[in-house]
């Protein structure tokens, strides 16, 4: 079999719908070679039926990465159906969770339980899921993705996702530094806003598109979530053989624009 995923086992977090960055994720993966397993949060007869629509129906595990009995069990379960002994060559994180209230412009009132949810949900599980994995990482090396909206500046209505996505940086890469000895890799993709399910929940994200439409050098669709997943796929390929720690941008180049 040929392709850049070729013979490669990869876990893909985060898919709701098809217009998920995560499902194009999935598709493509699929696509260059790899075997891929699903995991769903919430409403999983929902995962279900969009895995049915990846070229391979793709097996659906309940995560949820606050969930300590989830966590512990899941590199057994994900063994279930990749094989004991195999291993697994990737993981993509692709979870984000905010309470509403902070979210939408209500910064300075945000309470810290809200915050603390954000934070545990959005950044500190890039960690706990690398760790749940670590007995079938460490087997063969691997690469962890997870998916990022650039924290180095304040958007509008992001609010406290926005701190949370600068703590998934910062977590990233310590992650990056401590687990390079055993041959794992773990970046970020910080990708430019997509009209998705998780868009639909951030009050305000029609503010924050508009950025796109006159700040993207080589311009942005906000209904095409292909070139994302395509730089989590390169990513996870053996392309990248010595890159850890990083943040690779697919945004349009609206990252590095000035006024």
Request: include cysteine; charge should be negative.
């Amino acid at each position: 079999m040929s392709g850049l995923l070729a013979g490669k086992r990869i876990l893909v977090t985060g898919v709701l719908t098809d217009s998920s960055i995560a499902f194009h994720v999935a598709r493509l993966a699929q696509e260059e070679g790899a075997e891929v397993v699903l995991t769903g949060f919430g409403r999983l007869t929902l995962v279900q039926r969009i895995a049915r629509r990846l070229p391979k129906e793709a097996p659906v595990i309940e995560l949820d990465v606050q969930n300590k009995e989830h966590l512990d069990t899941l590199a057994g379960k994900v063994s279930e159906h990749l094989g004991d002994g195999i291993g697994l060559d990737g993981v993509v994180h692709s979870i984000g969770f905010a309470p509403q209230d902070a979210l939408g412009g209500n910064f300075l009132n945000t309470g810290w339980e809200s915050v603390a949810t954000a934070v545990e949900v959005s950044a500190y599980s890039l960690k706990s899921l690398t760790m749940a994995l670590m007995p079938l990482l460490e087997q063969r090396g691997g690469s962890v993705v997870g998916m990022d909206f650039d924290a180095q500046v304040a958007w509008p209505k992001y609010d406290w996702m926005g701190v949370a996505k600068a703590a998934l940086e910062s977590t990233s890469r310590y992650l990056a530094r401590d687990l390079g000895h055993k041959n794992i890799r773990c970046n970020l993709v910080s990708a430019g806003p997509i009209k998705s399910m998780a868009a639909k929940s951030i009050p305000g994200f029609e503010e924050l598109a508009d950025v796109w439409n006159t700040r993207a050098p080589i311009g942005w669709d906000l209904s095409d979530p292909e070139p994302a997943a395509r730089g989590v796929v390169a990513l996870l390929s053996d392309w990248f053989p010595k890159t850890t720690g990083e943040i690779v941008h697919v945004d349009g180049g609206v990252h590095m624009m000035g006024a």
